[in-house]
């Protein structure tokens, strides 16, 4: 049964763009917000009720397909829908020379960016519907030097994300790929450790800009 209720699943909800985004969604949605870290989690779902909105908290692994099939099945269950998806969970490996790519790094990235990716669209596509909107978030490092790992998981992710788009335009959901504005996140933190961070886009600006867009 669906409910009237606007529902926002955020995959990586805990900290920069993805925290962001359900800040800013609140409280015309209602946030599923998903991610690892229990902690932060717990620190968004105060920032969002002090703003009266209200958040479910699934902290799950979205490497694991069993506990994304059990979050889409209850969402499903409770809502029957998710009007938005935003896709912001990413795993940064250390920037590295590709002759010195570690197996278990790449394992690792590989699960987390790309296939987490191919198994997530299949469970939320139904919940999306034709009238729903996935969006997802570019970040064009691939072939650039030292982003071997990260830069080729994350090109994965996003043809994945093209190819539905595509596949969908006519039909729905709506597909949408943003490159946001460099942030002070802890992503950019990894690969650009010293920089100025007051000259980058707060993430509340950015999700701000981003909201508008779509």
């Known amino acids: 049964m669906t409910d009237q209720t606007n529902i926002a699943l955020i995959t990586g909800a805990s900290r920069g763009l993805g925290a962001a985004l359900a800040e800013a969604l609140a409280p015309e949605y209602h946030i599923v ?7 932060g989690l717990e620190e968004l779902d105060d920032r969002i009720q002090a703003k009266g ?8 692994d979205i490497a694991d397909p069993n506990a ?9 269950d409770r809502w029957g829908k998710v009007d938005l998806w935003a896709h912001t969970a990413i795993h940064t490996s250390a920037l590295t020379p590709v002759h010195f790519v570690d197996p278990k790094e790449w394992a690792k990235a590989t699960s987390i960016n ?13 919940l999306l519907g034709e009238t729903g909107h996935a969006v997802f978030f570019d970040d064009p490092k691939a072939g650039q030097k030292f982003y071997g790992i990260y830069g080729a998981t994350k090109a994965a992710q996003i043809a994945l994300a093209r190819s539905w788009a595509a596949e969908t335009e006519r039909t729905g959901p709506r ?6 504005a460099p942030m002070p996140t802890a992503v950019r933190a990894r690969f650009h450790p010293g920089e100025d961070r007051a000259a980058l886009t707060p993430t509340t600006d950015e999700a701000a ?4 867009l779509l």
Request: hydrophobic share 50%.
């Open 209 to 212: 800009r981003i909201l508008a």
């Open 53 to 60: 909105g209200s958040a479910t908290l699934a902290p799950m």
């Open 114 to 126: 790309a296939t987490a990716t191919s198994v997530l669209i299949p469970y939320v596509a139904p």
């Open 175 to 180: 597909v949408s790929i943003i490159e946001p």
């Open 33 to 39: 917000a998903v991610a690892r870290t229990t902690g």
């Open 68 to 76: 994304m099939a059990t979050l889409c099945r209850s969402i499903h």
